[in-house]
């Protein structure tokens, strides 16, 4: 692919945000990506300037929700050298969501080009202090002006860069998860196994709900029985229970997270009892109870691992490894830095060099 790029003069560069206090996505970098999509295809994708778009009101992503979007980050490594971690994976998912949403596949190998060109320009906004990372947000809106339900003939793709912080500055602390039975984020043969906009918004209500009694993070049950172990907030999550590792399966409605399936790769050259299997709210609990429930842990790209210190269930509360980090949980964060960072050998050829 031939890339337009437009840079910013070196004056009217921003000033770089200190990096030990970056948080998480509240800088952007100087540049984007973007490329539109328009009668019947993509056309050059371009590195401009960071900055607004002019949307017409009747853009149809106003109205009707096609988005989607992923979550990757690059790595600053030991070797100073720019890593990424598993990004065509990412851009491979980003294309199941969008043939989910009626909306037009990218060219992987060319975006890919398109995010390394990006990186490379911006490559100053890849922190160095410890835990810090690029985080790199790909996007797809609809922007064909017009009412009706339908898809949009045009859209914008684009990539915007984030500089981040260490997800946990201060070493881990568990979370507090409540449970809910009262919303549910997705349904079998509906989207919630396509990273689409509609999903975050929906599960704004609850995560509202339970940071004002005091939680970090929801527990999604499925829509149905509500009973089934669905995913945490936005990772897939977790248990140990006597010496199983148990996971809920890709059933359709959680998203199939990359740090998921990592952590299933890591597991089982491990030699670990590793299972994808239906795990109900009611075996977490009864295991709680007769002590057979060791440790609970959510992953995704932001977090890596999140060890979950305890759980609220309608009116009980069980606490998980007396509220500790548990010994895989701790064991699995490390492993997975190191490989992102290059402190470790990357046996299943997940790193990707700039
Ligand atoms: C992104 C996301 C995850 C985690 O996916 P990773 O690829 O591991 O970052 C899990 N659940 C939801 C709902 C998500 O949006």
Redesign the pocket.
Known sequence: MTLSIYKKNKEDLNPKPDENRLGFGQYFSDHMFTMIYKDGGWQQGKIEPYGNFSLDPAAMVLHYGQAIFE??KAYRGKDGKIHFFRPKD?LS?FNRSASRMCMPEIDVDEVYAGIRALVEIEQDWVPSAQGATLYIRPTMIATEPALGVRPSREYIFFVILSPVGAYYPEGFNPVKIFVTDKYV?AVRGGV?EA?TAG??AASIMAAIEAQEQGFTQVLWLDACDRKSIE?V????IFFVIGDELITPPLSGS?????????VLKITREWGLNVVERNITIDEVMAASLDGSLKEVFG????AIISPVGSLHYKDQEIVVNGGQTGELSQKLFDDLQAIQFGYKEDKNGWVDLL
Request: aromatic content about 4%; hydrophobic content about 20%; glycine content about 18%.
């Open positions: 979550g990757l990412n998912r984020r919630g990273k999903n975050y995913e907030g936005t990772m897939n959680i998203l199939p997270g990359i740090t998921r399936d990592s992953s995704g790209t932001a």
